[in-house]
């Protein structure tokens, strides 16, 4: 059974970099897609990006955050990373980490989430 | 980009009844790559249904997607208690994934 877990620090300052991570288990990062997808409090859900093959490093981020966003893998530690640069207030949010099937691809497997909020 | 347009916002239903969530895509998913999710709060989504009609493994014979093109439902049949949530439609046709804003069934 593939389980996901995300962590990281729950509160990042302004102008700063959120960085994030999703342990896997029960399944190799080497393959499929792992997606990062996000949730302002009370509102719904936005999809930032995946990353696949640690080879190759393919990653499809949201045009709206592709200047702040970056993913990777560790094939190590079976984990993927997010960093985020510059976050503001908007960036507060649950992030969860969660496996597709493809490019494109709906998701069967999701971390619980994690909380993140950018204040100072 | 493709917007995906949820409604109602809120649906109240009591136990029992049937319940039709709408989501209207601004144009045409391919191959009718549209996904439903369930929310409750402080969860994270669960996958229901996936290209458009196909129920995931575990999930009740109660819920049902239909639809084409770009227009999309999601049928409860008969109400239980742990159905009081929010829904998503999620299209996965392009490469630019979107969700849309969400239906939450609440209780009548």
């Known amino acids: 059974q593939v389980q996901l877990q995300e962590s990281g620090p729950g509160l990042v300052k302004p102008s700063e970099t959120l960085s994030l991570t999703c342990s896997v288990s029960g399944a190799s990062v080497i393959r499929h897609y792992w997606n990062w997808i996000r949730q302002p409090p009370g509102k719904g859900l936005e999809w930032i990006g995946f990353?696949?093959?640690?080879?190759?490093?393919?990653?499809n981020y949201n045009p709206t955050l592709q200047s702040r966003v970056t993913f990777s893998l560790d094939t190590s530690k079976n984990q993927f990373s997010l960093k985020l640069r510059s976050v503001t207030a908007a960036d507060t949010a649950v992030y969860f980490c969660?496996?597709?099937?493809?490019?494109?691809?709906?998701?069967?497997?999701w971390g619980q989430g994690i909380l993140v909020t950018v204040s100072s | 980009e493709i917007l995906l347009t949820q409604s109602p916002g809120t649906l109240s239903l009591s136990p029992g009844e049937r319940g039709t969530l709408s989501c209207r895509a601004s144009?045409?998913?391919?191959?009718?790559?549209l996904a439903w999710y369930q929310q409750k709060p402080g969860q994270a989504p669960r996958l229901l249904i996936y290209?458009?009609?196909s129920r995931v493994t575990g999930i009740p014979d109660r819920f049902s997607g239909s639809g084409s093109g770009t227009d999309f439902s999601l049928t409860i049949s008969r109400l239980e208690p742990e159905d009081f949530a929010v829904y998503y439609c999620q299209q996965y046709g392009s490469s630019l994934i979107t969700f849309g804003g969400g239906t939450k069934v609440e209780m009548k």
């Open positions: 969660a496996r597709g099937w493809s490019a494109g691809s709906y998701f069967p497997v």
């Open positions: 144009e045409s998913v391919r191959s009718n790559y």
């Open positions: 990353v696949y093959d640690s080879e190759t490093g393919t990653t």
């Open positions: 290209a458009a009609s």
